[in-house]
C-alpha cells in the first residue's frame, strides 16, 4: 500500500499468498500455540489479526468496495485501540509503539477508503504500516532473544508488569547464583 516497491494501483492478489501463508496460517497457529501454553491475551490477538482476508472479491462497484472496506477498517481500529488499553502493562514496545502505530495504520487505510480510496493517504498507511511491520519484528525478538537462555544480551522493550520484572529478576538472581558456583 504504500508503493514503495510496486505501484499503488496494482491489485494486491500478488501478494495475497504470503499474506494467506504468514499473516493467515502461521498467526493461527502461533494464537493456537499461545492458548495452549494459557496466555489467552496473545493468542486472543493473533487468532484476531490472522482471520482477515480478502472478503470483497466478488463486489464489482468499487464504490462500494471501498465503503464496506471503511466500515472494515473502522472495526479494526476500534479493536486495535481496545488492545493498545489492554496491553498497558505489558512492555513499552508493544503498547506504545506496536499497537499505537498499529491504530495509526489503520485509521490512515480507514481514512483513505473513507476518501473512496485516496491513494496518497493509503500511501502514507502503507508507509507507518511498514514501520508498524519493523516495530513488530523488534517487539517479537524482544520477546525471543532472553540473555543466558539464548543469547548474549536482551533487547530493550521497557517491562511495564511488576509480574514480568519479578520473573526477570528471578532469572538474573538464578543466573548469578550459578555463576557464582
Known sequence: ??????????????????????????QILAGLFELILGNNFHAFIFCSYA???????GVIDTSVQY????????GWT???LAMLIA????NVALIIFLFFFFMSTDGLVTASYFLL???NMSCVGGA???FTAAIAWYAGFGS??????NSYFNLPVFILSPRSQAVLTEESTAEVHEQKI
Open 78 to 80: 476500534i479493536f486495535t
Open 128 to 130: 507507518v504500516g511498514i
Open 1 to 26: 500500500m504504500a508503493g514503495a516497491t510496486v505501484s499503488i494501483s496494482t491489485s494486491p492478489y500478488i501478494a495475497m499468498g504470503l499474506a494467506l501463508f504468514y499473516d493467515g496460517l502461521i
Open 87 to 90: 496491553s498497558i502493562r505489558i
Open 51 to 57: 482471520s482477515t482476508f480478502n472478503f470483497l472479491s
Open 67 to 74: 465503503k464496506a472496506l471503511n466500515v472494515f477498517y473502522v
Open 117 to 119: 480510496w485516496d491513494q
Open 144 to 149: 525471543l532473544i532472553r540473555k543466558g537462555v
